[in-house]
């Protein structure tokens, strides 16, 4: 599965909202899609899985939604620890875990 | 608490093999719902080298298949990544990663980065 992300660059606000896409060139197995939130010097962190569902102590700020071959992670309220880069993933399944090339959130 | 640490070289010459080791505390390895490694090449986003699911299943990238290996030592409660003739291709942050719990709930657990050259 190939994962197609946009925009690659998101310049906003404090206090916007934020609608990231992640598009698969093939349905993805069961909605096993994830979403990772990528600091520069940091690990990667889990936001959201199977599609939709906030992972431990992720802000409700952050949501997921979609099925098959498009999801959104939507960031309401934009804060600047939010600045960093977004990447998809799909999982769980024989077609592997592909990373999308992500989406940079810049907070002005 | 869970704990990965990475050990493993920080420099290795072209056409040998890279190995790390992400040593797993508090959580039994055998338990996970999987265990992976992931890499960050320099100026480069996310890159998915291989999972290890609980059911045993092994999946690789397909542009690293014919040179990877992931593997999980239940005695030593680690797990391991061997990647043969590297190149400067290779150069990049490795990251061992763990996804604990069930499909519908999972909580992740990463281990520090190891920062590996190879020249």
């Known amino acids: 599965i190939v994962l197609t992300q946009s925009p690659g660059i998101l310049s906003l606000s404090p206090g916007e909202g934020a609608a990231l896409s992640c598009r698969a060139s093939q349905s993805v197995t069961n909605n096993y899609l994830a979403w990772f939130q990528h600091r520069p010097g940091q690990a990667p962190r889990l936001l959201i899985y199977?599609?939709?569902t906030r992972a431990t102590g992720i802000p409700d700020r952050f949501s997921g939604s979609g099925s098959g071959t498009d999801f959104t992670l939507t960031i309401s309220r934009l804060e600047p620890e939010d600045s960093a880069v977004y990447y998809c993933?799909?999982?769980?399944?024989?077609?592997?875990?592909?990373f999308g090339p992500g989406t940079k959130v810049e907070i002005k | 608490q869970v704990q990965l640490e990475e050990s493993g070289p920080g420099l290795v010459r072209p056409s040998e093999t890279l190995s790390l080791t992400c040593a797993v505390s508090s959580f039994p390895v055998s338990s996970a719902y999987y265990w992976g490694w992931i890499r960050q090449p320099p100026g480069k986003g996310l890159e998915w080298i291989g999972t290890?699911?609980?059911?045993?299943?092994?999946y690789y990238s397909p542009s690293l298949k014919s040179r990877v290996n992931i593997s999980v030592d239940t005695s030593k409660n680690q797990f391991s990544l061997s990647l043969r003739s590297v190149t400067g291709a290779d150069t990049a942050v490795y990251y061992c990663?763990?996804?604990?719990?069930?499909?519908?709930?999972?909580?992740?657990?990463w281990g520090q980065g190891t920062q590996v050259t190879v020249s």
């Open positions: 199977a599609a939709s």
């Open positions: 990663v763990g996804m604990l719990g069930t499909s519908a709930r999972l909580h992740d657990y």
């Open positions: 290890v699911y609980l059911s045993g299943n092994i």
């Open positions: 993933q799909q999982y769980g399944s024989s077609k592997g875990g592909t």
